[in-house]
């Protein structure tokens, strides 16, 4: 496979990442106003992790990627200290780095891959996707998981709890979410989060705005991508793992009535200098009902020239 990706479980595996870029050309809305999942060959987006770099290098990545039809949304990631390795290394917030490059754009969609839903109350965190969508002109996508990594739980004094309860927690938060995205009021009593007749006004520019689910779990994240998300996310390294992932996601659609084209599927990619198997390995996920890569660049490239060898790959 095309490089090392890191799994939602903050384990490393090898793959290639495709997935849901919402761009106007590719999705559509359909007459109930869900985002529709349109026929079309493999779609792309770069990823920069806002850790071990520059601003300077994001903003230029960003700017490069804005003006090559080729990337249709950037990603970030939701961490405060770096992924893997020494990690006192640098690391920026990656909703306020969201802000900064979509206001520093024109056309790239974008979202942080992905929210652990136990750093923000989930009506701050759709409060905060919704004024980001006002104040980008529409291109936001709210990315969110259960969130895993104890090293920064314990310094930051997050409750992280255990694998039951933070998917106990991620489900009620999505309900929130959902609500306030779409509802004049909500009201949610459970066991981790209480809203009552909550508002969220002016709503987001996108109806819906969408939601991408990270994740592989087919017991409980299969079954809320269903549900709520306009974006699926794998962050795994194996087509036939993601053929699973995604046959538990059309049975749970045809068990609440909903047309599994609505939900964009996604895999995590890397670039590593090699067009060829750079393709190969979009292949072999696009061959298995993969729809757009996540491309994580390299930030060892002078002055973010990765971009452009990624393009150039595509486009052959």
């Not at 290098?57 to 950037?74: K, N, P, T, V, Y």
């Not at 970030?76 to 006192?88: A, M, Q």
């Not at 990315?143 to 310094?155: I, K, L, Q």
């Not at 520019?205 to 699926?232: D, F, K, N, S």
Request: net charge negative; charged share 25%.
């Amino acid at each position: 496979m095309g490089g090392l990706a890191l799994g939602w479980d903050g384990t490393r595996v090898g793959c290639l990442a495709l997935g849901w870029d919402g761009t106007h050309s590719d999705l559509g809305l359909d007459r109930g106003g869900g985002w529709v999942r349109e026929a079309g060959g493999m779609r792309y987006a770069i990823s920069t992790s806002p850790q071990r770099t520059t601003w300077n290098w994001m903003l230029e990545a960003w700017q490069r990627a804005d003006a090559i039809d080729a990337f249709e949304s950037g990603w970030t990631f939701d961490h405060f200290y770096p992924l893997f390795g020494d990690s006192t290394e640098d690391c920026l917030e990656g909703w306020m780095t969201l802000a900064a490059l979509l206001h520093e754009t024109r056309r790239l969609r974008g979202g942080v891959l992905v929210s652990g839903m136990i750093y923000r109350h989930p009506a701050l965190l759709a409060h905060m996707a919704t004024t980001l969508d006002i104040t980008s002109g529409g291109r936001v996508e709210l990315g969110v998981g259960a969130g895993w990594n104890e090293e920064e739980c314990e310094a930051f004094g997050i409750e992280l709890g255990s694998l039951t309860e933070r998917f106990d927690r991620f489900e009620e938060g999505l309900a929130v979410i959902d609500g306030m995205l779409t509802a004049e009021r909500t009201t949610v009593h459970g066991q981790h989060y209480t809203v009552t007749e909550a508002m969220n006004n002016p709503k987001p520019v996108q109806r819906p705005l969408p939601i991408c689910i990270g994740g592989r779990g087919l017991r409980r994240t299969m079954p809320l991508v269903a549900r709520y998300a306009h974006h699926w996310n794998y962050g795994g390294g194996d087509p036939a793992e993601f053929t699973r992932c995604r046959d538990v996601i059309h049975e749970h659609c045809a068990a609440l009535g909903r047309d599994p084209q609505e939900i964009t599927c996604s895999v995590l990619a890397r670039w590593a200098g090699d067009p060829k198997r750079f393709r190969d390995d979009a292949a072999a996920f696009g061959d298995v009902g993969a729809d757009l890569a996540l491309v994580a660049l390299p930030k060892d490239v002078a002055g973010a020239a990765a971009v452009e060898e990624v393009a150039a790959a595509i486009e052959v």
